[in-house]
């Protein structure tokens, strides 16, 4: 179980005057420093029990685990490829955690915190990575859609499922997730427009982790990306996405007000891509490692275990044993991955449409025919 080297180092904030200096950030919510010093804001005030600061460490960590687990099966070319959450847990766990049981994901492709908080499986997500099937979990039972790879089509699909859900009176919400790249997609301000001008149920949460791929975020817009959605006519706030309370305050403001009647909010959740935009990706041609080391400083992992630790909240045990489990947890990803049967070549044909079409059932008489060629 060998990880990318660039994967395993998680700086860990030490207090007093030895402390590294951290560069400066813009303007946004915060609950909790990168020291870990617990703080409060006007407008997002957060009650959490140190069992739910607990188990959002625990989800944290095992997420992270079993990224770094699936990057190293596809470093051994088990996985055709994957995308990694390295840095972005805090904004993940937060914003899935906020979701209400009737709300409704709309993930990209990097979801993997969102997926793991609405119970879905790692083995079903890592399955689409394979190459054995299109996602193995059952999106209305998880409430969580399956993934979509085409930049910025998911917000399209939660507007409209938002407004199918104002046109049941269903008292929940839509979450659709996507990056600073797909804030320049024609598909996600159509859904802005359409969201606003129908004050549809819908939270769009932007993860602003500083690159759409290899171009930097000053090359994406002139202003904050929270700012462009006054011109739409909804509100926009900007949180610090390394901090996992704060995503949560904010997300489940957002969500509140949108089942409400309210109508859409966006929130850009500021924080870094530490590892590559893929594995297919190499960061080191348009990044600088200073800067890398620099947000390493502001891990939310490590934010977080830092409160826990300095408050007495939890002591060695727990973070033993949330070593423990995600020792197990990397075992059965990578044993179940292993594992995976190859699916059938007609298995493609088989989910297209809710019904087979003649056009797809022809295509698939094509397929069994050529096939059974080449056993003649």
Not at 285 to 295: F, H, M, Q, T, V
Not at 315 to 343: N, S, W
């Amino acid at each position: 179980m060998t990880a990318a080297p660039e994967m395993q180092e998680i700086v860990d904030p030490v207090p007093g005057a030895g402390e590294p200096h951290l560069p400066a950030q813009p303007d946004l919510v915060q609950l909790l420093t990168p020291e870990g010093e617990r703080v409060e804001h006007p407008d997002y005030a957060l009650d959490v029990t140190d069992e739910e600061l607990c188990s959002l460490y625990r989800d944290m960590a095992l997420v992270r685990r079993w990224d770094v687990e699936a990057t190293a099966l596809q470093r051994q070319g088990e996985l055709g490829i994957w995308a990694s959450l390295l840095g972005q847990e805090a904004a993940q766990v937060g914003a899935g955690r906020a979701m209400g049981t009737g709300d409704m994901a709309f993930p990209t492709y990097r979801e993997h915190g969102v997926a793991w908080t609405r119970d879905v499986d790692p083995l079903h997500v890592i399955s689409l990575f394979r190459g054995n099937d299109l996602g193995g979990w059952d999106p209305v039972a998880r409430r969580f859609n399956l993934y979509t790879v085409v930049i910025g089509a998911q917000c399209l699909h939660a507007t409209g499922y938002a407004m199918g859900i104002q046109r049941d009176d269903a008292e929940a919400a839509a979450l659709a997730f996507l990056g600073d790249g797909a804030t320049s997609q024609g598909e996600v301000n159509e859904s802005f427009i359409w969201a606003a001008t129908f004050s549809a149920p819908v939270v769009f949460f932007c993860q602003n982790n500083q690159y759409a791929i290899s171009v930097p975020i000053e090359r994406q817009s002139r202003v904050p990306l929270f700012q462009r959605a006054a011109g739409f006519g909804f509100p926009g706030v900007r949180v610090d996405g390394n901090d996992v309370l704060a995503v949560l305050a904010v997300t489940r403001a957002a969500l509140a007000r949108a089942r409400e009647g309210s109508g859409p909010t966006f929130i850009e959740a500021f924080t870094y891509r530490m590892g590559a935009h893929t594995t297919s990706d190499d960061p080191t041609r348009y990044r600088l490692a200073g800067e890398l080391e620099e947000w390493k400083l502001r891990d939310p992992i490590a934010r977080l275990k830092a409160h826990l630790s300095r408050s007495g909240k939890a002591g060695p045990e727990f973070f033993a044993a949330v070593d423990a489990e995600g020792d197990e947890l990397a075992v059965r990803i990578r044993k179940g991955t292993l594992e995976m049967p190859d699916p059938a070549g007609t298995d493609m044909f088989d989910h297209v449409y809710a019904e087979q079409t003649e056009e797809i059932a022809a295509q698939r008489a094509e397929f069994l025919s050529y096939h059974e060629g080449f056993e003649q």
